[in-house]
Nanobody
Framework: VQLAESGGGLVQSGGSLRLSCVVS???????IGWFRQAPGKEREAVAC????????YYADSVKGRFTISRDVPKNTVYLQMNSLKPEDTAVYYC??????????????????WGQGTQVTVSS
């Protein structure tokens, strides 16, 4: 599975961006999500969705501001980011993995990853 992110850029605090992740093919049963990594910080899961139930996961820091969605015919996953803050500045990655019972997000050790897209929020 290949993934390609786009949509990053520079935005002022309070602004919005929509990231896109085009997937070469969706697995039959999968979890797919967005992760981010800021300089000097560990990578963290931001938002994920499970294919079967459609249940979503959001990090506490982005709840109410970010929304993950899928367009299956277009093989695309989106991350709508509103009310952006300087602390949202990071490289954002899309990741995809087989669905595992009880697991909300792709396992970083086994997932397929995109190349990342930079998001910079100025204050």
């Amino acid at each position: 599975v290949q993934l390609a992110e786009s949509g990053g850029g520079l935005v002022q605090s309070g602004g919005s961006l929509r990231l896109s992740c085009v997937v070469s093919r969706f697995l039959d049963y999968y979890t797919i999500g967005w992760f981010r990594q800021a300089p000097g910080k560990e990578r963290e899961a931001v938002a994920c969705v499970r294919s079967v139930e459609g249940t979503t996961y959001y990090a506490d820091s982005v709840k109410g501001r970010f929304t993950i969605s899928r367009d299956v015919p277009k093989n695309t996953v989106y991350l709508q980011m509103n009310s952006l803050k300087p602390e949202d500045t990071a490289v954002y990655y899309c990741a995809n993995d087989y669905l595992t019972y009880g697991v909300s997000c792709p396992d970083p050790a086994f997932a397929s990853w995109g190349q990342g897209t930079q998001v910079t929020v100025s204050s």
